[in-house]
C-alpha cells in the first residue's frame, strides 16, 4: 500500500509515537480554529456592533451548531468505515468508500441549504430572538446556509485524509481557510462595510477555498487511494455503515445541545452575573475542549487503522499509552489555564465581579478535568471499533440525561451555582464508571467485522 510522506502509516512504529504525531497537527488545527473564532468575534463586537454580534452569536449559532453540528458529527462517524478499510489494505474499496461518503454529504448539504433557505426565520422565531436582532440573524443564517454544502463536504474530507494517515493536510488547509476567512472580514466590514452580510460571506468563502483545497489534495495524491470523479456514486453497502456510524455520533452531538440548554435554564435563574461568567469560563477553557477533542479524533483513526489491519494488539496499547498521553496533556492545560486564569479574565472584562465568579467556576471544572479524559479516549476506542452506537448511550445517560435529572431535582431544591457546578463532574465521574464496565466486557471487539466483511 503506498502512501505519501506525509501519510503515518499507523498499524506500524511505537503506538505513542505515532499517535502524538497524529494528533499535533489535529490539535494545532483546533487551535487554530479557536484564534480565529476570537479575532472573528472582536472584529465584529468592535467594528459592527453590539445588535450584529447578537445575531452572529446568539440563535443564529444555536441553530448552526444543533442542525449542522449534527451532521458534521456524522461526517466524523462516517470515516471510520474509510479508516477500517484502509487499515485492510483495501485500496480500491477506499476510493469507493471515499468517493460515497463526499457523494452522499453534498446531497445532504443541498438539503439542508434549501431548509435553511426557507426555515432561518421561523426557527429563529422559534428561539424567540429578539425582534432587534431578527432581521440580521435571519440574513446571516441564509447567506451561511448557502455554504452548507460546501462545509459539509471539506469536513467529509479532512476526516476522510486523517482516516489514511494524513493529518497533515487538513491542518495546512484550515490555516489557509482561517486565514482567508479574517483577511475578508476586514475587507467586507471594514472597507465595504457590508456589516453582518459580510461576515457570513467571508465565512462561506472561506469555506468553499478550504473544499477545493481538500479536494485536489484526494484527486492529485499520488497514493494508491488518490481519489476520481468516477467514484463519486451511491453504493449501498458503504452508505449504510456510515450511517450505522454516523448518526450516533450526530445524536450525541445534539444531546450535547439540548443538555446544554437546559443547564442554560438553571445559569440564566441565578442571575446576570452568574450567565457572564458562565460564558466567560467557556472562553478561557475553550481550548482544552478543542484539544481534547482533536485526541479523541486521533485515537479513533488510530483504532479504525488498526482494527482494519487486524493488530488488536495495538488497539490495547492505543487504549493505555492514549489515556496515559491524555492525562499528561490534560494536567498541563490544567496548570496552565489556572495559572493564566486571572490575567486573562481581567483582559477579557474590567467587571470584578464577573472574574471573581467566573474563577470559582473555573475551580468546580478545571481541576477536575482528568476525570473527562476517560470518557473521551474509551469513546473514541469504541467508534473506531465500529461500535457507535453504545457510546452514545452510555454518554446519553450518564452525561446528557443526568444533566438534565440533576437541574429538575437537586438544583431545584439547593439553588446555588456549586450545586450546579457539581452536575458537570458528577455526571463526567459516573460516565466514567459506565463505559469503562462496558470497555471491559469486551464484545466491542466484535463492531469491526460488520464493516470489513461483505
Known amino acids: 500500500m503506498d502512501k505519501q510522506s506525509v501519510n503515518l502509516d499507523l498499524t506500524t512504529g511505537v503506538v505513542w509515537k505515532r499517535l502524538l504525531l497524529f494528533f499535533l497537527p489535529i490539535a494545532a488545527g483546533t487551535c487554530i480554529q479557536q484564534l480565529y473564532n ?19 452569536g446568539g440563535s443564529s449559532a444555536q441553530i448552526i451548531n444543533l442542525l449542522i453540528g449534527f451532521f458534521v458529527a456524522t461526517t466524523a462517524g462516517a470515516s471510520v ?17 471515499a468517493g460515497n461518503a463526499i457523494t452522499v454529504f453534498a446531497l445532504v448539504g443541498l438539503a439542508l441549504m434549501i431548509l435553511g433557505l426557507a426555515a432561518s426565520p421561523a426557527m429563529l422565531r422559534l428561539l424567540r430572538t429578539p425582534e432587534d436582532t431578527l432581521p440580521y440573524s435571519a440574513l446571516y443564517l441564509r447567506i451561511y446556509f448557502l455554504g452548507v454544502p460546501f462545509i459539509l463536504v471539506l469536513n467529509m474530507e479532512s476526516n476522510m485524509l486523517r482516516s489514511v494517515g494524513d493529518a497533515i493536510s487538513p491542518f495546512l488547509f484550515m490555516v489557509v481557510g482561517c486565514v482567508t476567512n479574517i483577511i475578508l472580514d476586514v475587507v467586507f466590514v471594514l472597507l465595504f462595510h457590508w456589516g453582518v452580510a459580510g461576515v457570513a460571506i467571508a465565512t462561506v468563502v472561506a469555506q468553499i477555498i478550504n473544499m477545493i483545497l481538500l479536494t485536489l489534495r484526494l484527486m492529485r495524491a499520488k497514493a494508491s487511494w488518490r481519489l476520481s470523479f468516477r467514484e463519486m456514486k451511491l453504493k449501498g453497502v458503504y452508505l449504510a455503515n456510515m450511517f450505522r456510524l454516523g448518526i450516533p455520533a450526530g445524536l450525541q452531538n445534539a444531546m450535547y445541545g439540548v443538555s446544554n440548554m437546559i443547564v442554560q435554564i438553571g445559569v440564566n435563574s441565578l442571575g446576570t452575573v452568574v450567565v457572564a461568567s458562565w460564558a466567560m469560563s467557556s472562553k478561557t477553557d475553550g481550548i482544552f475542549w478543542a484539544v481534547s477533542n482533536a485526541l479523541g479524533a486521533a485515537i479513533t483513526s488510530f483504532v479504525g487503522q488498526n482494527y482494519g489491519a487486524g493488530r488488536k494488539d495495538r488497539v490495547k496499547q492505543c487504549v493505555s499509552q492514549g489515556m496515559m498521553l491524555s492525562w499528561i496533556i490534560t494536567l498541563c492545560m490544567s496548570g496552565l489555564i489556572m495559572l493564566t486564569a486571572k490575567p486573562l479574565l481581567s483582559i477579557l472584562t474590567t467587571d470584578q465581579a464577573v472574574i471573581a465568579t467566573t474563577y470559582s467556576i473555573m475551580l468546580y ?3 477536575f478535568y482528568f476525570i473527562w479524559t ?9 467508534r473506531g471499533s465500529g461500535d457507535a452506537v453504545h457510546p452514545v448511550i452510555l454518554i446519553g445517560l450518564g452525561i446528557c440525561l443526568f444533566r438534565i435529572v440533576w437541574i429538575l431535582t437537586v438544583f431545584r431544591f439547593v439553588h446555588t451555582l456549586g450545586v450546579l457546578c457539581l452536575a458537570y463532574v458528577t455526571s463526567w465521574l459516573l460516565t466514567d464508571i459506565l463505559i469503562y464496565i462496558y470497555y471491559r466486557k469486551g464484545s466491542w471487539m466484535d463492531h469491526s467485522r460488520q464493516i470489513l466483511d461483505r
Open 81 to 97: 468505515v474509510i479508516a477500517q478499510i484502509y487499515g485492510a489494505g483495501r485500496t480500491e474499496d477506499v476510493r469507493n468508500a
Open 38 to 56: 476570537a479575532v472573528d468575534g472582536l472584529i465584529v463586537g468592535r467594528f459592527v456592533g453590539t445588535v450584529a454580534l447578537a445575531a452572529v
Open 374 to 382: 476517560v470518557v473521551e479516549v474509551l469513546s473514541a476506542v469504541l
Open 365 to 367: 471544572f478545571v481541576p
